[in-house]
């Protein structure tokens, strides 16, 4: 599957470079959603930031439509916290940092893969997401926005990571609010219509 199978090109509006300070707006396309899974893309301008967030629960299959996009992504190491930390800080080991450009694919997994990841736009991207099951509230799929700390940052009483490996390792807090200079818009998807058999 390519850009012009979904009827997206870079030189549409939706991945223009804006002159504020704000960080871009992304631009989300719906393309199917039924109880088992939801499809969509992420359209990206260059700088565009998809914060820090988590699939609980969820299998996700991404791929990199066209572009280029700087991906973190974290499992959880263990299920370490400290009366020391702030409330909610967790110990995370970052299983990818890097940069790809398309076409490139993951898969995340429940419990290994990056399963929480961050995208930064490098030039203007498209991402097509395929998540089973999909996000929802009343069945514990609630997507949560988290901070991520320097490991150095927090008390490591109890927790043993060797000196050299500290650098792939973060303490991630769950945000109270979703991240304020997030602004997602939905799109028009103007490609071929999905439809159940």
């Known amino acids: 599957m ?4 979904v009827g997206l090109s870079p030189n549409m509006s939706c991945f ?6 704000q960080l871009p707006r992304i631009t989300y396309l ?9 499809i969509g893309i992420f359209c990206l301008p260059p700088s565009a930031v998809l914060p820090l967030h988590n699939h609980p629960g969820m299998t996700v299959f991404s791929k990199l439509l066209f572009g280029t996009m700087h991906i973190k992504s974290y499992d959880w190491a263990v299920d370490v ?14 299983q990818v940092n890097s940069d790809f450009t398309a076409p490139n694919t993951s ?7 990056g399963n929480m990841h961050c995208f930064t736009a490098l030039t203007p991207c498209a991402v097509l997401d395929v998540l089973g099951p999909p996000y929802c509230d009343p069945e514990g799929r609630h997507c949560a926005y988290y901070l991520d700390f320097p490991f150095s940052s927090f008390s490591v009483d109890g927790v043993s ?3 050299e490996e500290r650098e792939r390792y973060a303490w991630l ?3 109270e609010e979703n991240p304020e200079d997030l602004t997602v818009v939905g799109g028009m998807y103007s490609g071929p219509k999905i439809v159940d058999n």
């Open 16 to 21: 223009g470079r804006t002159t504020t300070d």
């Open 30 to 38: 719906h393309l199917h959603e039924c109880d088992k899974f939801s």
């Open 81 to 94: 916290t400290s009366d020391a930390n702030p409330p909610g800080v967790r110990l995370a080991k970052v």
């Open 107 to 113: 898969i995340l997994y429940p419990a290994d893969g």
């Open 173 to 175: 807090q769950e945000r």
């Open 161 to 163: 990571v060797p000196e």
């Open 2 to 5: 390519t850009e012009r199978d």
